[in-house]
């Protein structure tokens, strides 16, 4: 899988799992709704109070999963971060495009944006005739 091909992929499915790691060295896994910049960077907002947040500022070790619907997933692992400075408009807006109410949690003190850069891929297709599994390391 490309990088091209995974920001069409999360663009159309919009929503994922995503895995951090806390303090103790445990799993923790939450619902997100996730854009792609055209990098291939994965961005999703969270409050600063959320345990994802936490987690991502202490050690930036994540994995994702995109698309569950008829059997073809992506998995990503890679590392995270808070976006800030310069980067954090353009990752505002790929993120704005898929969820234009995001505009309006943009204005709370408490919406930060995550943004994961992926080093390593899965692509799986188990649809009945298509058995594909590829990986990519980034």
């Not at 980067?87 to 709370?108: H, K, M, S, T, W």
């Not at 408490?110 to 850069?117: F, G, L, P, W």
Request: glycine fraction near 6%; charge should be negative; proline fraction near 5%.
């Amino acid at each position: 899988m490309t990088l091209s091909e995974l920001v069409a992929f999360v663009r159309a499915h919009r929503i994922a799992v995503v895995a951090t790691v806390d303090d103790s060295g445990s799993p923790q896994a939450a619902v997100v709704g996730v854009s792609a910049t055209d990098e291939g960077e994965i961005v999703f907002d969270t409050l600063t109070t959320s345990r994802k947040y936490a987690n991502v500022e202490r050690d930036p070790r994540v994995a994702l999963v995109v698309g569950w619907d008829d059997e073809v997933t992506v998995q990503c692992e890679g590392n995270a971060d808070i976006v800030s400075g310069p980067d954090l408009a353009r990752c505002q807006q790929a993120y704005f495009v898929q969820y234009p109410d995001g505009r309006e949690r943009a204005a709370r003190p408490d919406i930060a944006y995550i943004r994961i850069r992926p080093s390593w891929l899965r692509y799986s297709d188990y649809r009945p005739g298509s058995f594909i599994i590829s990986e990519t390391e980034l």
